[in-house]
């Protein structure tokens, strides 16, 4: 059998129609939100992914059988878990990323719907964008109200402290027993961060929506709401992205910082964790005591190095992942507002200040 032959011109009709729709669907997802929208809150959300799958996922992988009670009674610990822990707080953040992602997701699968439905019906972009504009509004306030009632759940089942002695008055208990909870100082530090970094994602959310709102009751921005699929996309989109941040990085901040952050991220995640992966379990004192060893090692290791910098680096990449968001922010309104020169200056600014947001980072967690 011959092989049908595609010429060179049907495949670039077909790498050239992929790259208007891609380029259809950013410009429509873009003429929609603000700069918080854009950068800030998928950052933001982006970081919390990874603090929770790399570093509290640690402080309760093995929560159950390191938690230690003073007493033989059968089932008598495992009731005082349940008690201390109704719901693993791993689990409840996972259900918190998952229901925040979820509005976001149909947003993206009806900006996807509307495309595809311009490029059949060939229906007015007017009307399109307004079914959009109401979809994005909608999108933020469901993810607000998940923000709120997470926020309020943690606070009720974990509070702000873990503390390593539990005193249990279970009825699987015959008496009161005296609890100690594994890694108490991490669990409290993973709490202050995940609340904290929900109570910022739920004011930029609350303001992003606000701003919205507020921006559609303006003649001029309910205006620039409904031109976003008259954006044409350029095929070096990408190469204008690089060239945005090629034009004001030296050659540290072109190849060495990169290559540097990329280092200490594979290091962290292919050659600390191991090291510490069964500490708590190798740490021995020279007593019986149930508790005794488990307090000790809360006491010696309050906070895992491994884990520590894992927070480090996606702290100190998240000002990069912004700067690039904010470049293609500043692309897409480049090419809508036809003053492409004019954007550039823009980028210094923005440089600067990701390099002083590194800096101040870098030099917290060495001082820490």
Known sequence: ?????????????????????????????????TLIGKSVLPVLLLVRLVILGAAVHMSWLNDEEEFICNTQMPGCKE?????????????????QLVLVLAPGLVFLFYLI??????????????????????????????????EVAFVVTQSL?????????????????????????????????FLFIMFITSCVSLLLSAVELICVLMRNRQPDGAKALQSGSEVEESPCFLRQLLSLWHSHASVLGKAVLPVLQLVRLVIVGAAVQPVWDTDSSQFVCNSQQPGCSEASFNFVTPFFLHQYWTLQVVLILAPGLIFFCYLVHLIVLGKKSGRGAQVKGHVLGAYLALLSAVVLLEGGFALL
Do not use: I
């Not at 009731?79 to 259900?95: D, G, I, K, Q, V």
């Open 157 to 189: 089942l974990f509070g702000f402290w873990v503390h390593v002695k539990y005193t249990c008055e279970s009825f699987a208990c015959s008496h009161t027993v005296d609890c100690f909870v594994p890694h108490a100082w991490q669990k409290t530090a």
């Open 1 to 33: 059998m011959t092989r049908p032959c595609v010429s060179l011109s049907t495949v670039a009709t077909m790498r050239s129609e992929k790259l208007g729709f891609l380029s259809s669907l950013l410009c429509k997802w873009h003429s929609q939100a």
């Open 79 to 95: 009731s005082c878990y349940n008690e201390l822990t109704p719901l693993a707080a791993p689990r409840l953040w996972t259900l």
């Open 113 to 146: 719907h509307l495309t595809n439905r311009e490029n059949q019906v060939r229906r007015s972009d007017g009307e399109v964008k307004g079914h959009a504009l109401g979809a994005y509004q909608t999108c933020m306030a469901s993810v607000v109200l998940v």
